[in-house]
């Protein structure tokens, strides 16, 4: 079935650096990619998504890329703030299907 | 205005008895989901209501069962409690069933089984 594979499972970076995290899926047909964050206690709220029609979005310090032949998408967070400490999730889905695929989940921790 | 809320934020409850939380939302969408988050933070689907049909049925026991009475709710009852079931339960909602909308989450139902 339908999988998609995150990485890394934790992060830690100094504040200021940048941090990238990396999808794999499974489902060639798959055409919408949402990055999820949630912080500590709290709901997941999306903070970007991409459409397979391109190749890379950005919005501020956030930027994702997608590689749909080889079915890698990724998120990059430059500037790292304290603030953007929180586990970050990737999903997949295609605009036929009735759910939506969520990754495993990153934690990532800002150090000061 | 809360777009989507959960009822209670918190249930402590014992192994056997049955619980019920409430979820609505108030942004007109069409689809709504209940959601499976555990120690490990992982996120799994259950179920899926599109204009109070269900549409998706995971690989979830019996005793979850999730009623839609309009398409601004969908509740979830649980009987016969485990252990295994605390985590936290989220509810979600999307503009329609096709999944490339935003999905809305709710704060979350924190269920804890002893």
């Known amino acids: 079935g339908e999988n998609v594979e995150q990485h890394p499972s934790t992060l830690s970076v100094q504040e200021g650096d940048s941090a990238v995290i990396k999808c794999t899926y499974s489902?060639?047909?798959?055409?919408?990619f949402p990055w999820y964050k949630q912080e500590l206690g709290k709901r997941p709220q999306l903070i970007i998504d991409?459409?397979?029609?391109?190749g890379e979005k950005k919005d501020q310090r956030i930027a994702v890329t997608l590689n749909k032949t080889a079915k890698h998408f990724s998120l990059h967070i430059t500037e790292t703030q304290p603030e953007d400490s929180a586990v970050y999730f990737c999903?997949?889905?295609?605009?036929?299907?009735?759910?939506?695929?969520f990754g495993s989940g990153t934690r990532l921790s800002i150090r000061p | 205005d809360t777009a989507v809320s959960q009822t209670p934020k918190y249930l402590v409850t014992q192994m056997g008895n049955d619980k019920s939380i409430k979820c609505e939302q108030n942004?007109?969408?069409?689809?709504m989901y209940w959601y499976k988050q555990d120690s490990k933070k992982f996120l799994k689907i259950m179920f899926s209501?599109?204009?109070?049909?269900?549409?998706i049925n995971e690989t979830v026991p019996n005793r979850f069962s999730p009623k839609s009475p309009d398409k601004a709710h969908l509740n979830l009852h649980i009987n016969s409690l485990e252990l295994g079931d605390s985590a936290v339960y989220f509810c979600?909602?999307?503009?329609?069933?096709?999944?490339?909308?935003?999905?809305?989450f709710g704060p979350g139902t924190r269920l804890t089984v002893t």
């Open positions: 979600a909602s999307s503009h329609s069933a096709g999944q490339m909308y935003e999905q809305y």
């Open positions: 489902d060639s047909a798959s055409n919408y």
């Open positions: 991409i459409r397979s029609n391109v």
């Open positions: 999903a997949a889905s295609r605009s036929s299907a009735s759910k939506i695929i």
């Open positions: 942004l007109g969408h069409d689809t």
């Open positions: 209501y599109n204009n109070k049909e269900l549409i």
